[in-house]
């Protein structure tokens, strides 16, 4: 199979041969915040360059939305000198407006010169790739040579990521990251309520369940502060702990724990426990930094929302953070990594894809990433694999030296990933749409609902 890397204008054919067709709607925002724009000055390299399988001077070429898989081929070649391929990782292309997904689908559906052997798939469309419409281009692990059943045992790998990388019982992706979620919350706060920030106490005033949640919201609110930004905040808690995903038997289907979000946000809403924000947008950022209406006592998320979205937000709050065990298990975003079924590099795709996803060694990527290694910042970071976290120093200065391990290892365990479907992005802007318009008080409970059901099957085909 030949491979080019698109330019500018090739993506822009893309975007526009697959929109003509109905392609996929806008996506979220890339969760780790890393997202980037295609290289408008790349070159097209000669089809004729690339390796036959098996040969020793081809290029294994990557497309995903951001620079980090691409990047990481550094740390790979430091540790294999003897790999004999090279990487071009060149075609990155925006999450902003789907652009990433309609230029991927094109190129996939395309085949020939435009599919990559490696590619990239986010959290929100991962299932697209690995269980639906585009799965069918996905190569197993196993055959690329992956003892892939073995590793994931070894690595100890979250269930809820092999999950969601798994089409009829074969894995065909698997994630880097760990992205099971945490209470994230202000040191001085909890201290100014309760008298203490320590974990193990903050975990019983945030959960186990939404009644003593509630009652917490009351208290926080008596001394001037807002358990959380905006009703978006509990969305990824409430979403996970569904007994079903949106779509059942081909329909929509409202489970009663996710319309029971209605009520959540409007509690919060009419009670004045939150400052009213959406997530992504510069209020919600204005609260991490602690300059809203009320001062914010926490937020839902995984160690990239630390990372990459309040430590990038808020550097001058370093210390005055630290994470709790939530109250629901979740998960929110990730990359997963998928390699085409039809690459004739077959070989330096298994040997690259097995170093970033399933190599515990102090030498593999996951060790590298989970230590900061890779880095100026040194920035830690969690990993898919409980092994490796469990044998690296999670201590973070952002959190006040906790080791933020000790919460996400479990936290990973306790994620699920049997509720995603490929349409959950979407259908999540329709509801959440909605569930504003009822708190704001534009609707009544049941119109919510009926406009949301309404709003599914204009735009997705999808009858409840």
């Known amino acids: 199979m030949k491979k080019f890397l698109a330019t500018s204008l090739a993506v ?16 979220q925002p890339d969760a780790t915040g890393t997202t980037a724009e295609a290289d408008a000055g790349a070159a097209t390299p000669d089809p004729a360059a690339a390796a036959p399988a098996g040969g020793g001077s081809g290029t294994l070429y990557i497309m995903s939305f951001t620079t980090e898989i691409g990047d990481m081929f550094k740390g790979f070649k430091d540790a294999h000198p003897e790999f004999p391929y090279e990487v071009n990782a060149d075609n990155v292309v925006a999450q902003t407006d789907g652009a990433y997904q309609t230029a991927l689908d094109a190129a996939l559906v395309a085949g020939g010169n435009l599919v990559p052997d490696i590619y990239g798939a986010e959290s929100a469309e991962v299932l697209r790739y690995t269980q639906g419409t585009m799965s069918q281009y996905a190569a197993t692990y196993k055959a690329l040579g992956i003892d892939v059943d073995a590793k994931i045992a070894a690595a100890e790998i979250a269930k809820y990521a092999v999950d969601i990388g798994t089409r009829d019982g074969e894995v065909v992706a698997l994630p880097y990251q760990a992205t099971g979620g945490a209470f994230i919350y202000r040191r001085s706060i909890a201290k100014d309520v309760w008298g203490t920030d320590d974990p193990a106490v903050i975990k019983t005033k945030i959960g186990p369940d939404w009644e ?12 001037g502060y807002a358990i959380v930004s905006g009703d978006g905040d509990l969305w990824h808690p409430v979403e996970n702990s569904s007994d ?33 924000t959406r997530d992504w947008d510069e209020p919600w950022y204005a609260d991490m930094r602690g300059e809203g209406p009320k001062p914010t006592f926490g937020f839902y998320g995984p160690a990239w929302l630390i990372n990459y979205t309040i430590g990038a937000q808020a550097p001058d709050t370093t210390g005055d953070w630290a994470i709790c065990e939530p109250t629901i298990g979740f998960s929110w975003g990730g990359t997963w990594v998928v390699a085409h079924k039809d ?49 690296s120093n999670g201590e973070s200065a952002f959190l006040g030296g906790q080791n ?24 999540n802007d329709i509801w959440r749409d909605q569930v504003r318009a009822y708190t704001a008080g534009n609707k009544d409970r049941d119109t919510a609902i009926a406009d949301f059901k309404q709003n599914v099957l204009d735009q997705l085909g999808l009858e409840s």
């Open 212 to 223: 003593t949640f509630f009652a917490s919201a009351e208290e926080l609110k008596a001394k």
């Open 244 to 276: 079903q995903g949106w779509i059942v038997d081909g329909k929509l289907y409202l489970d009663p724990k996710r319309e029971a979000f209605l009520d959540l946000s409007k509690r919060l809403m009419d009670n004045g426990y939150h400052n009213d």
């Open 404 to 427: 933020m391990f000790d919460i996400f290892i479990p936290a990973g365990a306790n994620a699920t990933g049997h509720l995603k479907t490929q349409y959950d992005q979407n259908i």
């Open 343 to 391: 690459t004739d590099m077959a070989d330096a795709a298994k040997q690259y894809i097995e170093w970033i996803t399933l190599d515990t060694s102090d030498t593999g990527l996951q060790y590298q990433w989970a230590n900061g290694m890779l880095n100026e910042a040194g920035t830690k970071d969690t990993v898919a694999s409980a092994v490796v976290m469990a044998k």
């Open 12 to 27: 822009l054919m893309l975007v526009g041969m697959l929109a003509a067709c109905g392609g996929p709607q806008p996506a």
